[in-house]
């Protein structure tokens, strides 16, 4: 296979904010116009040939990912194609990246390199990979120099131009290169390939100011950009009419909402929340990550009043040790922490808890993790996101000499995951006999005899006796047989 030259549309710009492209509602209308060209050119070779060109997405890292890979399918989808089976089946093939983990980075070249002898026997697959490492110029480099069959390469700042930068990969054998490392204004206008109908994922900030010292987020999404509310809720209203039960409002740091904005625009998060409550038609409300040096007790409070908000709440801690907090630039301590989980506790006495838990930062003792397991054994988690830190080129923590040994993070890691699964474990046990809201989101993977959805608390709950007329539905479930991480139980009639 001939290997591409390499083109750069945009070099990773030292662009002013003043001279930042003006995201407007123009540009989206710029881009309808690519998607209908690929959209007839796409319906030309279907009326030709009966043959429909496929996409194939996978997505790695958060909900944030998750959403911007609902616009690109969204796009595709308009353009006329239609989703593959596999990768290896798909006409295009789009890689949505992660730069917070070492692990999901090298997955996305394992399957570049998979992709490779693919390439080479259907020479007109196109190769899209975008995201989170992408804003790091040391990965662009790398995959121009060993992933050469790679066609499209951009970054998190400038997503809306998909259909352009996909127009511009047709009969060029060229690898396409379009990053920048300006902040992106917000873009409204976007729309989603949702994954649930009934629920739905609903940015109302990008960015991130935070800079923790183990953390490439702010390096990769910029820093904190607050959408307007009023579009916040138009998009929420548009979405209940569609049929959303449930919304997730999502940020890297939700409790700094509104400090961008201007100031006949500000309101805090806690005011965003009791006015996203007033949507009529929405059942449920749920955001995510709440940062603890942030969280105020008005989001306390709003969380108790507002009916819809979820009796849940995320709040990552990473380590128990006060020390080691400093370390890692979180502006808290261990006991600013707890007083947060108790007040909450205290104003919303059902309140599930989840949490991120970090093992291995450098410098941690065996007394650090004692901490960390106090924490958990105090607050008593519904679940943990549980893993190993990984060091992030680009990143403080990346530099500091007191690295932890593999061997001595595994055996650690080891040790807090039992604490955290035996407690998951003893508070769903909690859940016997309990009777349950569910909005049932389908059937079960494992038995299409048996529906599934989410408490309000979280909790996977699986249940028999239903129908599937009831997906989309708000049902009252009793908890007959609680499982280490879900539920299972009876339709209550």
Known sequence: MKYKKIVLLVR???????????????????????????????????????????????????????HDSEMLINMLEAMGYVQALSEDQADL???????????????????????????????????????????QPHVVEEIKKKYRHVDLIFGTHNLYKFPELLESTFNRDKIIVDVWDVDGEVVEGLKSNRKFEIKAFVNIMYGCNNFCTYCIVPYTRGRERSRKPG????????????????????????????????????????????????????????????????????????????????????LPFQAGS?????????????????KI?????????????????????????????????????????????????????????????DQVPDDVKHQRFERVLEVVNRISGEKNANYLGKTLEVLVEGASKKNEAVLTGKSRHNKTVNFTSGDKSMIGKLVQVKITDPKSFSLNGELVK
């Open 12 to 66: 990773r710009s030292k662009v002013s904010k003043r001279k930042q492209i003006d995201l407007s509602i123009d540009k989206i209308e710029e881009q309808e116009k690519y998607i209908e060209a690929i959209h007839r050119m796409n319906e030309g070779l279907f009326n030709r040939t009966g043959y429909r060109k496929s996409y194939f997405c996978t997505t790695f890292g958060c909900q944030m990912n998750e």
């Open 231 to 314: 579009d916040i809720i138009d998009e929420i209203r548009s979405l209940v009419k569609d049929g959303t039960k449930e919304v997730t409002l999502l940020g890297q740091n939700v409790n700094s909402y509104g400090k961008t904005l201007e100031d006949d625009q500000k309101i805090s998060f806690a005011q965003l929340l009791r006015e996203v409550n007033k949507i009529d038609g929405l059942e449920r409300i749920r955001f995510m990550t709440s940062h603890p040096k942030d969280i105020s007790d008005d989001v306390i409070y709003a969380m108790r009043d507002c009916d819809k908000v979820c009796e849940f709440l995320h």
């Open 322 to 338: 006060t020390s080691l907090l400093k370390k890692m630039n979180r502006h808290y301590t261990k006991e600013d922490y707890l």
């Open 93 to 135: 093939v789009i890689y949505n990246t992660c730069a917070v983990r070492e692990n999901a980075e090298l997955k996305v070249y394992g399957n570049l390199g998979h992709l490779k002898s693919i390439k080479k026997k259907r020479p007109d697959m196109k190769i899209v990979v975008c995201g989170c490492m992408m804003q």
């Open 341 to 401: 989980i108790e007040k909450a506790k205290r104003e919303i006495p059902n309140l599930a808890f989840s949490t991120d838990i970090m093992i291995g930062f450098p410098g941690e003792t065996d007394q650090d993790v004692d901490d960390t397991i106090d924490i958990c054994e105090q607050v008593r988690y519904d679940s943990a996101f549980t893993f190993i830190y990984s060091k992030r080129r680009g990143t403080p923590a990346a530099k500091m000499l």
